[in-house]
């Protein structure tokens, strides 16, 4: 697992407004169907959490009809209790015949890290590998999420990527480049005070796609091209009925569409939705119903495979 030593200090703010995309809504969440028309047979969504004692834990919500949930595998001494603030997408990588490495970025005691272990097939930390929470820089206390995309094509000859956003508490969201041993700055953009949950649902070589729901009601994508201090833009998918999630984590489905689970925190619920391709307000999207699970624990995050391929934005 690489190793960031250089501190991530602001970045230069571009200026992007949701305000347009906000529709007050009095319903806590979209209605049960909005189409029937989706494709997810054979989509799941591996969901992995870290629980209150700092166990690091995963399972499979199955977008069957109706919804199942495999068996939880939990690794338990993975943090200490209660130490993960803010935690990303997590990578997992097949070692041997049976193990797993996992690694992502996350927030303890108000500072960044770059946190890894591998696991045995009993889903145990494996003591013959390290298990590492590598400290990258402070002054992370008053972010409400971060976020890692990496895109690591299985064609070796296209080039490799690896972001880190972030979005502070006054709204305006950052983002860096992994370049060596250090991260660089390419910009960010404020005006998103008003997003709840977002969730990376696209990858490109010259942007990413994510989709998030305001406190307004709207669900939107939020594209913002890779280039250097390039500004993001905005599309209403939906006006109204999505502010109910706290959170979005969000996982392919078919070629060109998207597995969606909105977590409610104040009802501790999950509900999963099949998304096609986003195309504004014509994207279909297809209630699948109420996730047959607790959300209980502090910290949910998607634990995505090396070769992460996202195609619905």
């Known amino acids: 697992m690489f190793r960031k030593t250089v501190g991530l200090a602001s970045a230069g703010v571009l200026a992007m407004g949701l305000g347009a995309a906000m529709v007050p809504s009095a319903q806590a969440r979209p209605a049960a169907a909005e189409s029937t028309t989706a494709t997810t047979a054979a989509c799941a969504l591996r969901l992995g959490s870290v629980t209150s004692t700092g166990a690091f834990t995963s399972r499979m919500i199955n977008a069957t009809a109706p919804i199942t949930i495999g068996g ?99 709204g305006i969201t950052l983002r860096w480049i992994s370049e060596g041993a250090g991260w660089r700055s390419t910009g960010g953009a404020g005006g998103l005070s008003t997003v709840k949950g977002i969730a990376l649902i696209g990858r490109s070589a010259t942007s990413e796609t994510f989709l998030a729901n305001t406190r307004g009601g709207s669900l939107v994508t939020v594209t913002w091209p890779t280039k250097y201090n390039a500004g993001p833009t905005s599309r209403v998918v939906r006006s109204s009925t999505w502010q109910g999630f706290e959170q979005l984590i969000a996982t392919k489905c078919g070629a060109t569409g998207t597995l969606l689970l909105g977590i409610d925190r104040d009802t501790k619920s999950g509900y999963l939705y099949a998304v096609g391709h986003a195309n504004g307000t014509g994207t279909v999207i297809k209630s699948l119903g109420k996730v047959p699970l607790t959300f209980s624990d502090p910290q949910y995050f998607r634990i995505a495979p090396k070769y992460d391929v996202l195609n619905g934005g």
Do not use: C
């Open 72 to 170: 939880v595998r939990g690794t338990a001494g993975v943090f200490s209790a209660n130490q993960v603030q803010k935690i990303s997408t997590f990578t997992g990588t097949p070692v041997g015949t049976s193990g797993e490495a996992r690694s992502g970025l996350t927030v303890m005691s108000g500072a960044l890290y770059s946190s890894s272990f591998v696991v045995d097939g009993q889903s145990q930390l494996d003591p013959h590998y390290p298990h590492n929470n590598l400290r990258i820089g402070g002054g992370w206390s008053n972010y409400r999420w971060i976020e890692q995309s990496v895109l690591q094509p299985a064609n070796a000859g296209q080039p490799a990527r690896t972001l880190l956003y972030g979005q502070r508490t006054d």
